[in-house]
T-cell receptor
Framework: GQQLNQSPQSMFIQEGEDVSMNCTSSSIFNTWLWYKQDPGEGPVLLIALYKAGELTSNGRLTAQFGITRKDSFLNISASIPSDVGIYFCAGRRGGATNKLIFGTGTLLAVQP | GAGVSQSPSNKVTEKGKDVELRCDPISGHTALYWYRQSLGQGLEFLIYFQGNSAPDKSGLPSDRFSAERTGGSVSTLTIQRTQQEDSAVYLC????????????????FGPGTRLLVL
């Protein structure tokens, strides 16, 4: 199935560092979402973006909906050990179906 | 319960056997989705139910896969004659609204069923 291009694939950082990851697509989406998945759990929504150019924050997380509607990024500031997990972007084109197209994921490891 | 629940949590089966995976969405949610997550991969859309509308089956990988949703609530994903490449985590999600934008479209995921086909 189709997947979005997400980078980097993995990141190993020190506690307190900032993190940035992004997603790109060859086609336009009208919604961009960022999820986090912990081991053995389903993905949990972190941030939802509904408008091109939109910049939204959720605590230490900030995400932006690219102007071209073909990309999005997620920043995590001052990382902490509990930020460890896999982060997925997801896009939705809208229309008759609400299915999400997911990125390949970014594995984040934070060393205390 | 408060969230999406799935059963079984884990399923080990032999190649060629049929399996049924169950999803209980959040009460009152009209939309239900099935995704598949292979090892080290993102989620792959399988099928989408919305109210009484015909489901969007465009993501089902073969005719061995089928799903139904009874009474607008519980859904069952069936895989017939399982193959080793079917091994994956099968995730169910539900949302409260119809297609569009906004918080009603937030998809809440269950913990998944880990399927291993030997």
């Amino acid at each position: 199935g189709q997947q979005l291009n997400q980078s980097p694939q993995s990141m190993f950082i020190q506690e307190g560092e900032d993190v940035s990851m992004n997603c790109t697509s060859s086609s336009i989406f009208n919604t961009w979402l960022w999820y986090k998945q912990d081991p053995g759990e389903g993905p949990v929504l972190l941030i939802a973006l509904y408008k091109a150019g939109e910049l939204t924050s959720n605590g230490r997380l900030t995400a932006q909906f690219g102007i071209t509607r073909k990309d999005s990024f997620l920043n995590i500031s001052a990382s902490i050990p509990s930020d460890v997990g896999i982060y997925f972007c997801a896009g939705r084109r809208g229309g008759a179906t609400n299915k999400l197209i997911f990125g390949t994921g970014t594995l984040l490891a934070v060393q205390p | 319960g408060a969230g999406v629940s799935q059963s079984p949590s884990n399923k080990v089966t032999e190649k060629g056997k049929d399996v049924e995976l169950r999803c209980d969405p959040i009460s009152g949610h009209t939309a239900l989705y099935w995704y598949r997550q292979s090892l080290g991969q993102g989620l792959e859309f399988l099928i989408y139910f919305q109210g009484n509308s015909a489901p969007d089956k465009s993501g089902l990988p073969s005719d061995r896969f089928s799903a139904e949703r009874t009474g607008g609530s519980v859904s069952t994903l069936t895989i017939q004659r399982t193959q080793q490449e079917d091994s994956a985590v099968y995730l169910c999600a539900s949302s409260s609204g119809t297609s569009g934008r906004g918080p009603s479209e937030t998809q809440y995921f269950g913990p998944g069923t880990r399927l291993l086909v030997l």
